[in-house]
């Protein structure tokens, strides 16, 4: 079975650090990219990272860039999720989820050459940021 | 910023009813980059539509889309008492290369 499967959330102080991780089986993982996209309570999705299959393409979004670090190791089947410096708006479920594009990278950024989707999710892990 | 919006906020039916979901982007998207999912409550997103038009692997073919430039469509043909979740359209373009609409929620009557 395909599946992703997300750990690592908790609770945090402000200022505080986090490691997030992801686990993958039921398919080749070094294929794929791989997104992280959060969800703050009763909001809706925001993406916040990608890496490609060989990690030689990193992609954050603003609100993350500078205090989060996306890894992967593929020999684990694993995808993880550094957050330093963790803000009250970083609290969200957390959620890894597969990218079956293929995609060309060039300065502007990283761009498929048909677009799949996301289509496969893991459950999601809760990160709260509060004193 | 391609920015998604998403009309109604809400949509009440009831079973056996169409729903129509809109999405129109602040400028004009390649329909080949523009994605459907279904998060039903307490539940990750789920896959319904790429590339505008095409149904993910296992979805019902009440589903639809449609559309191209700046408005998109997703069509529920005949609603159902499962089909109660909230509904986002998603982009790949542009700076941030990922942007997801506000969601539409869909409630059954």
């Known amino acids: 079975e395909v599946q992703l499967v997300e750990s690592g959330g908790g609770l945090v102080k402000p200022g505080g650090s986090l490691r997030l991780s992801c686990a993958a089986s039921g398919f080749t993982f070094s294929g794929y990219l791989i997104n992280w996209v959060r969800q703050a309570p009763g909001k809706g999705l925001e993406w916040v990272s990608s890496i490609s299959g060989s990690s030689r393409y990193i992609y954050y979004s603003d609100s993350v860039r500078g205090r989060f670090t996306v890894s992967r190791d593929n020999a684990k089947n694993s995808l993880y999720l550094q957050m330093n410096s963790l803000r009250a708006e970083d609290t969200a479920v957390y959620y890894c989820?597969?990218?079956?594009?293929?995609?060309?990278?060039?300065?502007?950024?990283?761009?498929?050459?048909?677009?799949?989707?996301?289509?496969?999710w893991g459950q999601g892990t809760t990160v709260t940021v509060s004193s | 910023e391609i920015v998604l919006t998403q009309s109604p906020g809400t949509l009440s039916l009831s079973p056996g009813e169409r729903a129509t979901l809109s999405c129109r982007a602040s400028q004009s998207v390649s329909s080949t980059f523009l994605a459907w999912y279904q998060q039903k409550p307490g539940q990750a997103p789920r896959l319904l539509i790429y590339?505008?038009?095409s149904r993910a692997t296992g979805i019902p073919d009440r589903f639809s889309g449609s559309g191209s430039g700046t408005d998109f469509t997703l069509t529920i043909s005949r609603l159902e008492p499962e089909d109660l979740a909230v509904y986002y359209c998603?982009?790949?373009?542009?700076?941030?290369?990922?942007?997801f609409g506000g969601g539409t929620k869909v409630e059954i009557k």
């Open positions: 998603q982009q790949h373009g542009g700076s941030p290369p990922v942007t």
């Open positions: 989820a597969r990218d079956p594009s293929t995609y060309y990278h060039d300065s502007s950024g990283y761009h498929p050459h048909y677009y799949y989707g996301m289509d496969v």
């Open positions: 590339g505008a038009s």
